[in-house]
């Protein structure tokens, strides 16, 4: 009894380990976005530059996922998570002593590998240590601390900002990385997988090579234009990668990406889930700190809590989408939930126009609820789905699709938002500095812009980035609508079948 007592509690103090370690990924990357305007301020550098300290560690963070799921199985799963945390841990040290944006976006874009081998870790180590329903709690939990971070992230970013400046940020993801690996990683037992095959360095080389280049293409059309040698080519260049990853994982014995599973129309469906939140949610963890701190003028901790009213719901909703599943079909509850987020953009593109903050409020609450819906339900789907023998992969697709999603969604917004400014900024004005002032105004430096356009007010310059954000919204809304039209169509099923699935659709709900 003793024996048992003692082995129960050190699968709690695993699993406070691993949820304390979700709760700082989501954490990181929306203070980054709502240090932004900050970092500029003291450190300068381009628009793009700017750009890079949020989409720098997304890439990075979706490109190694599931080469680091490989690594725990190869190597021990408790070994890449302590090294992934504290490896995030240092980084963000390094951040805070940082005095070069270079540097920064360096640091960032490898604090997404470390994040990474922590999650990758975290969740195979959860995974040996807890069994039937224990386990479906245990990922529940994770997926809340994910929730957690996100729904209080901006907040305690906004505050930690105005009182101690930027660089407390990651003075205190070091922090909380440092209170996890004391916690419980001595309790958490060494396991690996004894026929893992090992990495897919082909695959692995060929796709990250593939999602930087179209990244970086992505991000460099603002500066360049659309049709510039320099963007064509690396258009080009992520094309012809892509063809080689496809090659390499047809032929390859045990590939990174198992492609025959998107035979299933169904789990094609479910890889629309996380393309979709990332153009109706995550992008606007991004665009709207911008909007409020660097374009509006108010406060860090002011922006903070406004994009609580975003963020919240995901505390909440997810559990209640995974309850609601005992009725009504997983498919319809996603549908539905991606209906809801449409009107709220649509509404927010008004609010926006309008210049009214405080009308921003409620329609950014609708779109968390309307998220909030598939945010919970599209991990489980992701498994259930496909044969069961094809699960591992299955997750590791999806999970892939998820963050890489949307660190390419941030870079298609960012480009249409400044192609916007641009065109706003242009019919107004004349001059040679039109480009540069666009780009800073549409990554919210107004303060610069200004000084690019003397003869520009702070007046015009808030109408004019209100202008240019007004449609970018709405065409987000009618990505989402179409988001819906295909999960709906390919997720059709009868009840019982997502029934089956209502026990896995709480498991991991991160972004």
Not at 306 to 314: D, G, K, Y
Not at 378 to 386: A, P, Q
Request: hydrophobic fraction near 55%; charge should be neutral.
């Amino acid at each position: 009894m003793n024996t048992s007592s003692t082995h129960n509690t050190g699968s709690l103090r695993v699993l406070f380990t691993v949820c304390l370690a979700a709760v700082i990924l989501p954490l990181n990357f929306v203070s980054g976005a709502v240090a932004t305007p900050a970092i500029a301020r003291e450190l300068g550098g381009s628009a793009q530059a700017l750009s890079w300290i949020t989409n720098s560690f997304m890439l990075t963070f979706g490109c190694f996922l599931m080469a680091a799921g490989a690594l725990a199985d190869e190597i021990g799963r408790k070994k890449v998570f302590i090294s992934g945390v504290s490896l995030f841990a240092l980084l963000s040290l390094l951040q805070a002593f940082s005095s070069s944006l270079l540097w920064t976006d360096l640091l960032r874009g490898a604090q997404g590998i470390a994040a990474a081998g922590a999650l990758a870790g975290g969740a195979a180590a959860l995974a040996q240590e807890f069994d039937g329903a224990a386990r479906t709690r245990a990922f529940s939990l994770m997926g809340s601390s994910f929730g957690v971070g996100l729904a209080f992230g901006p907040f305690l970013a906004g505050l930690l900002i105005a009182h101690f400046g930027w660089r407390s940020v990651f003075f205190s993801a070091a922090a909380i990385a440092l209170i996890s690996l004391l916690s419980g990683t001595s309790k958490m037992r060494e396991t690996r997988n004894p026929q893992a095959a090992g990495i897919d360095w082909p695959g692995t080389v060929s796709f990250t090579a593939m999602l930087a280049l179209l990244t970086w293409a992505l991000m460099e059309i603002p500066q360049s234009g659309l049709n510039s040698p320099q963007v064509l080519a690396m258009l080009a260049g992520a094309a012809v990668l892509l063809g080689i990853f496809v090659a390499v994982e047809l032929r390859v014995k045990n590939p990174m990406l198992d492609l025959s599973l998107f035979r299933y129309v169904r789990f094609i469906g479910v890889q629309a889930l996380p393309l979709a939140t990332g153009f109706c949610f995550v992008v606007l963890l991004v665009v709207l700190p911008m909007l409020f701190i660097g374009v509006t003028g108010l406060s860090e901790e002011r922006a903070g809590l406004m994009m609580m009213a975003l963020s919240v719901p995901m505390l909440v909703v997810p559990l209640l989408a995974a309850w609601l599943t005992r009725w009504i079909p997983a498919g319809v509850l996603c549908t539905a939930g991606l209906v809801i987020a449409a009107a709220g953009l649509g509404w927010l593109s008004r609010a926006v126009l309008a210049q009214d903050l405080s009308g921003m409020i409620a329609p950014m609450l609708i779109i968390g609820v309307g998220t909030g819906l598939p945010w919970g339900l599209m991990d489980g789907l992701s498994v259930s789905v496909v044969p069961k023998e094809r699960a591992g992969m299955a997750t590791g697709i999806f999970s892939t699709t998820r963050v890489a999603g949307e660190g390419i969604s941030l870079a298609i917004v960012g480009a249409i938002l400044s192609a916007l400014t641009h065109n706003a900024l242009a019919a107004q004005f004349t001059g040679g500095e039109i480009s540069q002032a666009a780009q800073r105004l549409a990554t919210g430096n107004l303060a610069v812009a200004q000084q690019l356009i003397p003869q520009a007010s702070t007046a015009q310059l808030q109408a004019l980035y209100a202008a240019s954000l007004h449609p970018l919204l709405l065409c987000l809304t009618g990505i989402t609508l179409f988001s819906a039209l295909v999960v709906l169509l390919a997720l059709r099923g009868n009840h019982q079948e997502t029934a089956e699935t209502a026990a896995v659709c709480q498991k991991d709900l991160s972004p």
